[in-house]
């Protein structure tokens, strides 16, 4: 039945077949079972301490068929965090599972409602990488972690653990900004300053701007969101770098400052902060940070239509993500492709591959940058004289935008409504008015950059109309205003217009 490989003391011994083995197990009686898995995991710790340290995932197995429950709970435990830090998102999760499976077994105490809010949130931001952030399972991670701070309560003991507090808030966060809610980010912002203020730290108040930075950005105020993130950026600075989440505080804070300074018309400045972004991420060599710190980048590489850099990144990030089995962040390559070959005039591959992006990455639950999404696909489609399908899909992005509260992206959906309705339906009078309410969307959220946009949309339609001094007037102004960024497509094609219109 056995093969004997060696000599004793020294002899190892092989099952002749796996179905013996089974069979041999299965005999055992529970308790022989048991005290059997026991002797082998204190075994491992007593002797093998260099195996017992880097495979905690085997003990804890022992300690779970031996019935030793917490101490197999904290084992499943380490064994998810060794893998979340080597960026192994589904073993990490499987072992949180496992781990939570052990200590909802055990009786109720305060110190093991604590170790059980760790492993919630721990699972949480595992899954944010499998799943998604707005992913159903994802999501009752987090809520599991909020619902057992409330049952602590409910025993008569206040849970006073502040960062774990702030932990949970950040990741029901990041599930409002994924399934785009704008009041509730806000709340959950706002909850989250008030618990950081209270304790104080630069770790709590770093992460409470940084929420409230990149909220205000998305709901239309960059230049407030831009001066949240500066604060933040200054709490990490070094040697503060902070870990508030599943990524690193810097790499994500510098990638959302950066599509602040671009909104705001400093092109340049937003690139420095790409750049760093993205140098921080490879420096610290965790592919979560990585995966986000290219995927939020992108979109200032897409904003600012630098076709190069946005198929870069989007490839990067698609094999990244394949390699970790990141459903959300591959959906993301996917869009983000096809928005750097829109972007190099491949209009007919462009719009398959952003109709893809857009399925895949609602599978995941997540709504946020649909505005973008949908506007991005209306230009393809007009592009291609599908003008049906475009005025479709804009009309999509706006009613986005109106319920969820996700407003940065609202100048541009005017602006290109306009151009579609001067493309597809030679209306004149319609793309005036979309243009018009393209600046004064661009001016009230002092998004300079979409008010360059808007200014030289409508500039054109002024010279086609023999408005020549007007359109100079128009644009004038906005042109002369920005002092960088003059080797981007944008302020090319301002100061090509502008010679054009002095001549």
Known sequence: MLFRQGSPPRATYLFKHALVQDAAYGTLLREARRALHARIAQTLESQFSEIAENQPELLARHYTEAALIEKAAALWCKAGRQSLSRSAFVEAVAHFTRGISQLEILQVTM????????????????LIDVKGHAAPETKAAFRRAHDLMKQSEELGESFDDSQLRLRVLNGLFLNAYVAFDGDLMHEIAAETLTLAEKQGTAKSLLMAHGIIGWTLVLTGNAAEGRARIDHALALCNPPNHFRTGPTDARATRLSTRAMALWLLGYPA??????????????????????????????????LGRNAAGAGAFSDELAA??????????????????????????????????????????????????????????????????????????IAEALRASEASKETWFDAEIHRISGEIALSGELDKAKAEACFERALAVARQQQAKSFELRAATSMAR?????????????????????????????????????LDELHA
């Not at 042109?479 to 090319?492: A, N, Q, V």
């Open 320 to 393: 990244l993500a394949d390699e970790k089995s990141a459903s959300l962040r591959k959906a993301e390559a996917v869009f983000q492709r096809g928005c750097a070959l829109a972007l190099s005039g491949r209009f007919a591959e462009a719009v398959q591959a952003i109709a893809t992006g857009v399925m895949a990455w609602r599978s995941t639950g997540s709504t946020c940058w649909t505005p973008l999404h949908m506007s991005f696909l209306a230009n393809v489609h007009a592009r291609l004289g599908e003008f049906g399908d475009a005025r479709r899909c």
């Open 269 to 302: 400045a937003a690139q420095a902060d790409v750049d760093q972004a993205i140098a921080r991420a490879r420096e610290i060599g965790e592919a979560g940070t990585l995966m986000l710190a290219l995927g939020i980048s992108n979109y200032t590489q897409i």
């Open 111 to 126: 110190p093991l409602i604590g170790e059980r809010i760790e492993a919630q949130i721990n699972l949480g931001n595992a």
């Open 461 to 497: 339609l002024l010279r086609d109309r023999g408005k020549r001094n007007e359109a100079r007037d128009l644009l004038t102004p906005i042109y002369g205003w920005f002092t960088e960024g003059f080797d981007t497509l944008d302020l090319k094609e301002a100061k090509a217009l």
